[in-house]
């Protein structure tokens, strides 16, 4: 009898891992990103709250909500803001947005990850509510969302439900920035 329980779970925890992996979150492709207000914390316009979709326009954009910072989700904003480096000539954009109900420890903890990674070109935020921008429809079971576009139209979305991100993950997201760049 043991010897069908242990095949049998292992086949249900990979089927769970497969349904919870395949999280969907936020804006699907064409569809267009709202305007949001957040408050920035590390970028040009630190302190101050606005909308950095608005500000930056029909240009390329990606913009990566959070729950929460890990060391995976560094090493992702890290790449997108060397992307963004790479491609000022593109006019590439990006702003990260921590969506948290305790935005003064969100700020301390992302102030961190700006000065540990050296994070120069894109603004890292604070959206006061776990829940994010409505218009958005990002997923509660979403711990990571990245939603990428140009001309103000989605291009690409990658969803996880975790932040721990593996070192794959991170370099799949930071490629599709290609699907911005034209």
């Given at each position: 009898m043991k010897?069908?329980?242990v095949p049998a779970f292992a086949l249900l925890a990979t089927a769970g891992f497969v349904i919870a992996a395949d999280v969907k979150s936020g804006l699907t492709a064409g569809e267009s990103p709202a305007a949001f207000n957040v408050k920035d914390i590390t970028g040009p316009n630190k302190g101050k709250s606005l909308c950095y979709r608005c500000q930056y326009g029909a240009k390329p954009v990606t913009t990566i909500f959070t729950r929460e910072v890990t060391p995976e989700l560094a090493a992702l904003v890290k790449q997108i803001d060397d992307q963004v480096g790479a491609n000022k000539d593109k006019n590439m954009k990006?702003?990260?947005v921590l969506l948290t109900e305790d935005a003064d420890a969100g700020a301390?903890?992302?102030e961190k990850l700006a000065a540990d990674q050296k994070i120069t070109n894109v603004p890292l935020t604070v959206f006061?509510?776990?829940?994010g921008p409505a218009p958005y429809k990002i997923s509660k079971d979403a711990a990571v969302t990245?939603?990428?576009w140009n001309k103000m139209r989605v291009a690409a979305n990658h969803a996880f439900d975790t932040a721990k991100l593996t070192d794959e993950q991170v370099k799949a997201v930071a490629a599709d920035t290609k699907k911005i760049l034209n």
């Open positions: 010897r069908f329980i990006a702003f990260v301390k903890q992302l006061d509510g776990a829940a990245v939603l990428m």
